[in-house]
């Protein structure tokens, strides 16, 4: 098949999903008293990503991709995609060009979104006039901050914009945004690990996992 046959495609977590017991997986010790379940272990986070770079470079091929990591938070799944857009790249007929830029957004202030997102470093987005960009994000909730960002990066006129979110939360709070290409598609709960935090802990944990309410009080600013 040709085309962008997979876009919006997405691995869904029902609001059942019971995950996985943490005593099943190696998590370190100093969280062990502050997480619920596992949700998505590490590999499978791999597996799905492998498939992602795959998808993008079906899309985006041919041309030199600027990949946009949203900092902090995109920082494990930035890396992860990239190697394996690169082992493609080493790979197959087609490569795709990449160059990496990064951005420092801030929207949250313990498990609450906060209805600022906030720039608060990064090059310099004129950069990018253009380019075709590749943002690479964590997740979306609300869908605020990748509006804004988008927004932001418009002004600059990029030739191309593209959106890869690990996660999209099912939530009430929803503005509707749907990034072009999405890792899986998770119930409204606070989830952790794989870069993702809770007041910045959590980010040096390979899982994904639901913090427990205990947690949420002790790391709590
Ligand atoms: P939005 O602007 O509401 O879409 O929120 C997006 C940002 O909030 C993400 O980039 C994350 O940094 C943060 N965020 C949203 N939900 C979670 C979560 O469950 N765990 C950790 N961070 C989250
Ligand atoms: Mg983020």
Redo the contacts with the bound molecule.
Sequence with gaps: MTGPCNMNLTCVIPDDEKGYELDLFCVPKHYEEDLDRVIIPHGLIMDRTERLARDIVRDMGGHHIVALC?LK?GYKFFADLLDYIKALNQNCDKSVPLTVDFIRLK??CNDQ?TNR?KVIGGDELSTLTGKNVLIV??????????ETLLSLLSECNPKMVKVVSLLV?RTPRSSGYRPDYMGFEVPDW???GYA??YNEYFRDLSHICILNEKAKVKYKV
């Design positions: 949203v938070g929207s949250y979104s997102v994000e964590d997740i979306v909730e609300t869908g605020r901050t990748m939360k606070f989830l952790v993702l935090d």
